[in-house]
Each structure stands twice: as C-alpha cells, then as structure tokens.
C-alpha cells in the first residue's frame, strides 16, 4: 500500500494537503514569533528545511538500528546536532540575519514539525522517500512563513522584502508587527484556506454525485430497454 | 539485558558522532564570530567618538571599558559599553564619554527588544542626538513633555516614556560605575 503513494505525491502533500502551518497546524511558534518580515520567514524556513532533510535522512537511514525505547532521545540528538551547525554556520555568515532571528534558530531543535516528521514518517519510510517528504515539508513551511511575513511586512511597515509597496501616505498599523498582528493574520489565513479546502471538498463530491446520477441513468435506461 | 546494552551503546555512538562533527564546525566558526563581534565594537566605538583614531580595552577593571584616542595617540576619552533593564528585556548600549567623565560624546542602542513602533524609537537619530555633547554633572536627566532647559536633560519619546528613562538609568550606572573605579585607583 505503501507504494501506491508516488514519490511526486510524496513531495506534494507537504505543501498542500497536509502542509505543516495550514493543516496540520505544527511549529507554530516560529510560525508567529519570527514573521515580522518576509525575509525572516525566508530564513527560518530555510534554516528548518536544512534541519529536516538533513535529520530525515538520517533517521531512515539508520531507523532499524535504533531500539524503540531510546528513539525520541536518538532523534533528538540527531536534530540538536543539525541546529546548531546551523545556528553556528549563520553566526558566523550572516550575523544580521542571526541577530534578528535570536533564540528562535536555537529553538529549532523543539519545533514539533521535525520531531513529528521523524516519528511519524522517517522511522518508518526509505531514506530517498523521507527526503522528498522532508523537502515537501519544508516548502509547504517556507510558503506559509513568507505569505504570513510579507502580509505582515507589507502592512505593518509598507514594504515587502525591503522594497516599498504603498505609499507614503499608508500610515502602517503597528500592530501587524506585534505579537497580536502574527496571531489575526494566522487566523485568518486558516479560516480562508480552511474554506477554499471546504469548496473543493463540495465541488469534488458535487461531481462524484452527478458522474454517479449519469451513470446510474444510463444503467437504469438500459435496463428499461432490456425490459 | 541485551536490550539495555543496545540502547546504551546507540545513545552513546550518536552521541560521540555528534559531539566530534560540532567540535569540527565550532573550530572553524569561532573565530568568525568572535571576528563579527569585534567589528561590531569597533563600529560602535567609533559612532560614539567620532573623533577617534584608535581605542584599547582598559584590564585593570572588571567591566569592559574602552580608552580612546585621536590621530596623535592622544587620550580623548572613553567608550563604554552598558546594560540594564529596558521595557521588555535587556537593554544594551555604547556611550562615548571625554576624559573627565562629565560630558557625553555619543550614545548608540547595541541591543534592545523594546516595544515596535514605540520602544524602538529609542534606536532613532531624534533620540539619540540629544545625547550629543550632553552634560553629565551630576547626572543625566529626563523631562516629559517640555523641551529640556538645563545642560544635563533630554527630553523622553512620547509613547515610550519607560524606555527612554531606561536608557538614562542604564547611561548613569554605568557612568557612575567608571567614576568609581577611577575614583579608586584610576583605570588603564
């Protein structure tokens, strides 16, 4: 059953069906605290993604190896060890980019998005398709992150990634850039994805019942005729 | 038992693993870090005594403090960095102050995670130049409100009155810290 599911699938659903912010509603804490600007959720997302892949490979290349019982701590050494390359390779490279991010890259080593991959997918999965999974993740992270960033960015201070987009005369709404900007902008991004995903839901069954109705026309006319 | 010894051994090869691949990257990072650091002081030293040439770090005081001079090797004055309690969290600053320690050369915010918008006004050149050549005798003072009337006053940020307080109470403890030690022995 397992691999019915094609790799391009596997990359897919991590940016639509089940992407991490909108759907499965994971690493919300990045997800709120760092938006404040498209190019800090560029950021964090990519610092997340080079997390997960490299972590997902790990972790499927060496999941029968690890006994049951000490797996989460297994995982969790791995991901820790991946951070803080991250987090030293970013200091050391980009030291404004780090500053602004502070204690959130650190942090990584707790976002339920890794952890959860690995536990829920990695441990049991080939390494290739945990990658791809891994990368599919990561880009459904790194869309959400930069939509809520520049929605953020663009009201809260006019511009987006640096460049000014309204007019002098749009006096910006400070509170997109506070804490309670990142958790209205969320919600109501979830409740708009939240309802496309209930048309669609809608529209295919509106489908299935009218492909269902022709078909069952069509049989009961031939029956009729067979009569 | 046998899965005891499988758990122990798994745990510790990962964790030697992991432990020699971040020495490796740490040896190749920290010197880059502690590179970025010290331009950053330099920078701000240099923005809060902008007539200096050369600074070097004072080592006979446990804080960190720097001694200024101008092209002729002439002592100019002191850059010191600072910090204290903001709005929200940690405030750090760099404050240029000239050799008798009662005027101010320059402030600069190194660090702050104040109030978007309203706090971080404190980071602003309408702020900060107020600080330019301001007197420190016997302290720094604030007034709400009013345009400041005496050498030693600047005028707080409407909306972030508690920030900009801060930044005086911090500017004066560490003022009078280095007045202490210079009292005490004199600083090098």
Redesign the interface.
């Known amino acids: 059953m397992k691999n019915k599911v094609t790799i391009i699938k596997e990359y897919t659903k991590g940016i639509w069906q089940s992407n991490p912010v909108f759907k499965q509603i994971l690493g919300m804490c990045p997800t709120l605290a760092v938006t404040?600007s498209a190019i800090n959720g560029i950021a964090m997302a990519l610092a997340t993604t080079f997390v997960l892949v490299f972590s997902s490979f790990i972790i499927s290349s060496v999941r029968k190896?690890?006994?049951t019982?000490?797996r989460i701590?297994?995982y969790i050494?791995?991901i820790?060890?991946f951070v803080?390359?991250v987090d030293?390779?970013m200091?050391?490279?980009f030291?404004e980019l780090s500053k602004s991010l502070g204690p959130y890259i650190p942090l990584i080593v707790v976002n339920c998005i890794i952890l959860g991959r690995q536990e829920a997918f990695s441990s049991k999965n080939t390494p290739l398709r945990s990658v791809v999974d891994a990368l599919g993740m990561g880009s459904g992270f790194l869309i959400a992150l930069f939509m809520l960033g520049s929605i953020r960015e663009l009201l809260?201070s006019r511009t987006i990634l640096g460049f000014q987009l309204l007019p002098d005369f749009y006096e910006?709404w400070?509170v997109m850039?506070?804490p309670a900007g990142a958790f209205l902008t969320l919600g109501l991004m979830l409740a708009f994805f939240n309802n496309l995903s209930l048309h669609k839901k809608k529209s295919d069954n509106d489908k299935l019942i009218a492909k269902y109705l022709k078909t069952k026309t069509a049989a009961d006319f031939v029956i009729e005729e067979n009569k | 038992m046998k899965?005891v010894i499988?758990?122990l051994l798994?745990?510790t090869f990962?964790?030697i693993v992991?432990g020699g691949?971040?020495s490796q990257?740490?040896e190749?990072?920290e010197p880059?870090?502690e590179e970025?650091r010290k331009a950053?002081t330099a920078r701000a030293i240099y923005l809060v005594q902008p007539e200096a040439k050369s600074y070097e770090r004072i080592t006979n005081v446990d804080f960190e403090v720097y001694k200024v001079f101008d092209e002729m090797k002439n002592s100019i004055g002191f850059a010191l960095p600072y910090e204290g309690n903001g709005f929200q969290g940690k405030i750090r600053l760099m404050v240029g102050l000239n050799d008798e320690l009662n005027k101010l050369k320059g402030l600069q915010i190194l660090e702050q995670v104040e109030?978007?918008?309203?706090g971080t006004k404190i980071t602003e050149e309408n702020f900060l130049k107020q600080f330019l050549n301001l007197s420190a005798q016997p302290m720094v003072n604030w007034v709400k409100a009013v345009p400041p009337e005496k050498q030693n006053e600047i005028q707080t940020i409407t909306g972030a009155t508690i920030s900009s307080k801060a930044v005086v109470i911090i500017l004066n403890d560490g003022i009078k810290k280095l007045r202490d030690a210079e009292k005490d022995g004199g600083v090098k």
Do not use: F, N, R
């Open positions: 404040v190896l690890i006994p019982q000490v701590a297994s050494v791995v820790a060890t803080t390359i030293l390779v200091k050391a490279q030291p809260g910006p400070l850039i506070l | 899965t499988h758990m798994t745990l990962i964790g992991s691949l971040l990257i740490s190749w990072a880059k870090i970025h950053e109030t978007p918008g309203l």
